[in-house]
């Protein structure tokens, strides 16, 4: 339809053209005119743009593409629980910041509690012992307020180390309590009728005990020939209670150091009779605290002769949980504590021996061997994921 409308339009000014070539002027305006008539009417209702044609609303913004009230509904409420922890967190105050951080880092790790002899007491060391160090650390690579317990007793061996940490039995021979808070001596005994020098040289982690229901201090009350010999004082007067002989004593650390990594190290003075033997006594502490995060340290004396069996039944027991320090100091030791090597280490790295300048004596190590000790553990822990829980706690509030 449109395309004949056109072709007679076309027709009927050419027609008029010709005709107007024989005429005047007025004859323009007439064809001019007629143009535009033509024109108005070539444009029709019909030839208009319809809706149709158009861009409808569906063409122009399909449901695909536009954001429906649900969809944006659907987004605010993904994003708004994170808007409102930054908002949240933007909004606290550095003492509430900083009660948060340390609310989590405790949870993460609550404490860590060192057990051994005098090389976790840290003899020989001017004042330095590993957990010293290991508490620094942390103070200053992580956060403060971690409490690291220094459990180390001087002179102890594995069994009275046991025996404090409360997964080695102790009995009492027959004894009459006293209704008053006055001492009264006790002879004490571990199980196996094994050698205890109890409280003669520290108690940590062991006071106060409990004897027959009664809390008490236990204190040394020295017999050159039996160090099994002890003061036990209650805590607060009561009725007159005797005591059976075999009655068990429990220490304080059996309630103690809830969800605490644990550090061992303990064997340097003996009273364990084959590398299995303290293998099974290890064990032994490990499954009678119910330990899941732990750290055993190997001995620090001896050569790779001597040790090879002991170190090797130990990773293959304990991996990664158990550190062969021995071979760590002679590796890394002097580097760590900041020491220049001297000219005869070669010796010490080929037969397994701890440097001379990282020791006090023929078994205590110095404040540089104690040092590098701490350091280990600390890279140990970090390795096991143990600090995992304070970083993430540090990621979220800052430190």
Known sequence: MIKWRRLLTTLCVG??????????????????????????????????????????????????????????????????????????????SEEERRALLNQEAAQAVPGIVCWGDSLTYGYGGNGE?????????????????????NNGVCVEQ??????????????????????GITPVEIHVNLKNGMYTNLTCFGDAGLNPVT????????????????????????????????????????????????????????GENGYFQSADDLVLQYQRFIEGRGLTRYILIG?????NNGRSVLEQKMTESFGDHYINMRTELVSRGPDIAGLERSVDDWYNIQEGIVMRYLMSDDIHLNEYGYRAVGTI???????????????????KYGN
């Not at 039995?169 to 027959?174: A, T």
């Open 158 to 179: 594995t069994y009275t180390i046991m025996a404090r940490a409360g997964v080695w039995p102790m009995m009492v021979d027959s004894f009459v309590m006293p209704s």
């Open 15 to 92: 027609t008029v053209l010709l005709t107007a070539c024989n005429k005047n002027d007025d004859v323009a305006i007439i064809i001019t005119t007629t143009q535009n008539e033509l024109t108005t009417q070539e444009t029709t209702p019909e030839e208009t743009t319809t809706p149709e044609e158009t861009t409808t609303p569906e063409e122009t913004t399909t449901p695909e593409e536009t954001t429906t009230p649900e969809e944006t509904t659907t987004q605010e409420e993904t994003t708004m629980p994170e808007t409102q922890t930054e908002t949240e967190q933007a909004a606290l």
């Open 211 to 266: 004897i027959a229901g009664v809390r008490g201090i236990l204190t040394s009350s020295y017999h050159e020939d039996d160090y099994g010999y002890c003061y036990f004082t209650r805590i607060e007067p009561g009725e007159e209670v005797y005591v059976e002989y075999g009655t068990p004593i429990e220490s304080a650390s059996v309630n103690m150091y809830e969800g605490y990594i644990n550090v061992i190290f303990m």
């Open 129 to 149: 012992s590993y957990p010293g160090t290991l508490q620094r650390l942390i103070d200053e690579r992580l956060i403060s307020g971690i409490p690291v317990v």
């Open 299 to 303: 001995l620090t004396t001896g050569d």
């Open 377 to 395: 553990v600390y890279e140990r822990m970090e390795a096991l994921g143990y600090f995992d829980g304070i970083k993430n706690a540090i990621a």
